[in-house]
């Protein structure tokens, strides 16, 4: 074989007193799709800053094609064809795809004017390099999400790239729009890129990666090829310790039915006809494709969007949300998807965030108590074992688990009837992962009706009693959390409901 | 990452706080009667006016937002103050009653402005801030002066209450109310959530347009006051009371350390802001030095105090880069510098 395309030799890397790599060695060969897992705060992000020429590294070595390079920067990364892609495409959404993608072409020298339509030819045969079915005269800005992120591959390409760095490619693509992406993903390797892919995903490394390897608390713990390797193995390589069951069961049967929604629906929001019942205890998912109207029905459920049609009861009493603070009052808390922009203020602390629900209750007559949030915040602080240095941190210091806790400990602080999780695992690593569905079970053992929205099929079999599966705006499927198995689940987000099973019109 | 915002601000500061007092010894210093207590009550009452609006533009600021009419309400409520006295015939304090009304429906109006039609505060105010004064100058037809007040009513103006300029309890009350609004209430814990992310808020289930509206109803109130103290300070009231201090106060509340994207910000910062203005331009008088130099010394004030906390980065940066240039060969701490820099420009 070739020298590799990159060579990362005893690779160390210090933040003030902070050790984030410690002697980090990684190779990828040309064709080759490397996966790199770990935990947040493993150091993959470190890793990739020093590939990308970010971060210069304390000591080590870098070689590519062969080549020891003396000082990578970004500038000099991308001479030497690295590029990387990340969750959210970095792209210009007011220009078309191929000016997006001519931008990145080398670009003529001096005063001379641009030829566009050599560019938009190129910008036609990089698209059409990557598979993608796009007109290259279509603002990004109204291409879907995956089809962004294959514009933002082909000017990777166009920028001449050979090592292609991926990170959470998939985190806001459908099963159908991974599968295709793992198409593109596997023409680059047969023509000769290298992938270094990161994602929390392990079915995902099962099925597109060559070797894998695992960082633990800023050191490579191992690389295996995939094909030596499984699941298990892999987790307790990342965690470092066994994790046991992977889904925790439910541990009460379903009580009461606790929100009943009747034919609800919401025209601007393209939500019709919803009608299902969730019990206390339970676990009611929510399934179906991106756009399938999922999130949309949380937010009716909300008040952000309120409904128009339709009639919802809580505990039997019909009710109207039409605002956060009646939904609140109901006693409906909801984790929202993005929870960076949504689920918490990133720059207050997590007791701020923690009782920004609560004022009312916490704060009598609006004075602020800061005993009193203090207090509360410790408490949740040790019920969801928040990792932050104090109550007083801010909650952009904390990782992304631990965010997704704060969001949720201030729900929990409202003393919910019904709990709305929109992707309550996105971008969370596999311990707090874990941790997060444990806590989703206890919530609804101790009597919480759950309604959990999840683009991850596996999740949304483990942890539901029963699965709704939503498709055009409106649910077309009940099926039982149990016996239902993820291509019945599949089928009817697709709407081919052929056998799916329990049909239910309720 | 509060800790060090907090510390931040809490330098901020305390800078503020000595250029405040080396002003105030430097024009000691050279000006003869400028530390006398005349002056110094001189110095209050020509700031009470400017500082009501910075208190009152401190919680809009901190909400992400901005409200560049106040000046013009300001001249606005002080032609219908003189109106409603002067030709309807009311006590300068039923006048004055009716006045603070008329300032909450006009900051109702760019509260609605706001929130219902969704649109930018600085759109909303802008247009409310030529339309203020346009209708002060139309009532006026622009020539129309309100004088001869009774001496009762220019005592708030221009006399002593309790050994003090009578407006001076005034100002320390509204700075109090709106100290604690800000700092102890949930009501300022909504501004900074606001003024953070609005959808955040939104999504925790704040009242956030209420909240939108409360501060802009409050500076249309608070204007009207200045409006009063203003008239009963000169004795007169003209369409053009007020005009540009809507920039001074904003000058003010960002010099006091305010950010201007929201959230971030503290009251006691905005009134030594204020002080730090108001001393300077008066002592400058006394310094014998033009007018101008009073606003060009201001601007130089404002644009050091925000990047007091850049300079010594900037300096870091520049050693690093030297030290890098002597020691070719070793990589390893020159990138430190200017990554500092950009992770704390983020906060």
């Known amino acids: ?506 | 990452m509060k800790n060090f915002v907090r510390s931040n601000l809490a330098k901020h500061e305390a800078i503020l706080l000595v250029v405040v007092i080396a002003e105030w010894f430097y024009f000691n210093s050279v000006g003869a009667h400028f530390g006398s207590l005349d002056n110094t009550f001189d110095i209050v009452r020509h700031s009470v006016e400017i500082g009501l609006l910075a208190l009152v533009m401190t919680p809009i600021i901190l909400t992400g937002g901005i409200d560049l009419s106040v000046g013009s309400l300001l001249g606005l409520c002080a032609i219908l103050f003189g109106k409603l006295w002067r030709d309807a015939g009311l006590s300068p304090a039923t006048a004055g009653i009716c006045t603070v009304g008329i300032g909450a429906v006009a900051g109702g109006l760019n509260a609605t402005l706001i929130t219902w039609l969704r649109l930018p505060p600085l759109i909303v105010t802008l247009g409310t801030y030529s339309l203020f004064r346009g209708l002060a100058e139309a009532i006026t037809r622009g020539v129309d002066t309100f004088t001869g007040f009774p001496a009762s009513f220019l005592f708030l103006g221009q006399e002593r209450f309790l050994g003090m300029p009578a407006q001076a309890p005034i100002f320390v009350c509204v700075a109090i109310v709106v100290w604690l609004l800000v700092h102890r209430t949930t009501f300022g814990r909504s501004f900074r959530a606001i003024g953070f992310s609005p959808d955040g808020a939104r999504y925790a289930g704040l009242p956030v347009d209420r909240r939108i509206a409360m501060v802009y109803v409050l500076a249309g109130i608070v204007s009207a006051l200045a409006a009063i103290i203003y008239t009963a300070r000169l004795g007169q009231a003209k369409a053009d009371a007020g005009t540009g201090y809507e920039l001074y106060a904003i000058t003010a509340v960002v010099l006091g350390g305010t950010s201007i994207f929201g959230g971030i910000g503290t009251v006691h910062g905005t009134l030594l802001g204020v002080a730090a203005i108001a001393v300077l331009s008066n002592g400058l008088v006394h310094a014998r030095q033009p007018r101008e130099v009073a606003g060009m010394l201001t601007g130089l004030l404002l644009i050091l105090a925000l990047s007091s906390s850049v300079i010594p980065k900037i300096f870091a940066r520049l050693r690093a880069r030297r030290q890098t240039r002597r020691h070719d060969k070793a990589p390893n701490s020159k990138i430190q510098a200017p990554e500092k820099l950009q992770s704390s420009n983020t906060d």
């Open chain 1, 1 to 506: 074989m070739s020298a590799p395309l990159l060579q990362l030799n005893t690779i160390t890397k210090s933040f003030d007193a902070v050790r984030a790599l410690k002697g980090v060695s990684f190779t990828l060969n040309p064709g080759e799709v490397h996966a790199l897992l770990g935990e947040n705060g493993a150091g993959k992000s470190t890793l990739i800053k020093v590939i990308t020429g970010a971060h210069q590294p304390n000591s080590g070595t870098i070689e590519i094609n062969g080549q020891l390079v003396e000082k990578l920067t970004p500038a000099s990364a991308h001479k030497l064809g690295i590029a990387a892609i990340y969750q959210q495409p970095a792209l210009f959404p007011d220009l078309s795809a191929a000016e997006n993608i001519a931008l990145g072409l080398e670009p003529t020298s001096g005063l001379r004017r641009i030829n566009w339509a050599q560019r938009r030819a190129q910008a036609r045969d990089l698209l059409k390099r990557v598979g993608a079915d796009i007109d290259p005269e279509t603002e990004v800005r109204n291409l879907s999400m995956p089809q962004q992120q294959l514009v933002e591959i082909a000017r990777s390409l166009g920028k001449g790239a050979r090592i292609l760095i991926m990170d959470e490619p998939t985190a806001s693509l459908t099963q159908k729009e991974v599968e295709l992406l793992f198409g593109v993903i596997c023409d680059l390797r047969r023509q000769g890129v290298g992938i270094i892919y990161i994602s929390h995903r392990l079915e995902e490394i099962f099925a597109v990666a060559d070797r894998v390897t695992v960082l633990r608390d800023g050191e490579s713990v191992a690389t295996h090829a995939i094909g030596v390797i499984d699941k298990p193995k892999l987790i307790r390589l990342m965690v470092g310790r066994e994790v046991a069951a992977i889904y925790p069961p439910a541990q009460t049967a379903p009580g009461q039915v606790v929100l009943s929604l009747s034919k609800v629906g919401c025209t601007k929001s393209q939500v019709h006809d919803v009608t299902f019942d969730v019990r206390a205890g339970e676990v009611f998912g929510l399934a179906g494709l991106v756009g399938a109207g999922r999130t949309e029905l949380a937010r009716m459920l909300f008040g952000i969007t309120p409904t128009d049609s339709g009639t919802i009861r809580l505990n039997g009493e019909t009710i109207q949300i039409h605002s956060p603070q009646q939904a609140i009052d109901h006693g409906i808390g909801y984790v929202p998807e993005d929870r960076r922009r949504h689920g918490v203020i990133l720059e207050m602390s997590v007791a701020a965030n923690a009782t920004m629900s609560v004022h009312r209750r916490i704060f009598p007559g609006a004075w602020l108590r800061f005993g009193a949030e203090q207090e509360l915040a410790k408490k949740y602080i040790h019920d969801l074992s928040i990792k932050t240095y104090s109550p007083d941190s801010n909650v952009n210091t904390l990782s992304g688990g631990n965010q997704q806790k704060v969001a949720l400990a201030r729900w929990l602080a409202t003393g919910p009837k019904v709990l709305i999780l929109d992707e309550p695992t996105q971008g969370v690593d596999v311990g707090a992962k874990a941790e997060i569905h444990k806590l989703i079970r206890n919530l609804a053992a101790q009597g919480l009706a759950v309604i959990m929205i999840s683009s991850d099929l596996p999740e949304i079999m483990g942890m539901s009693d029963r699965i709704g599966v939503m498709l055009g705006g409106t649910i077309t499927a009940i099926l039982d959390g149990k016996s239902a198995d993820a291509d019945a689940v599949m089928a009817a987000a697709l709407g081919q409901t052929q056998r799916a099973g329990e049909m239910s019109a309720q």
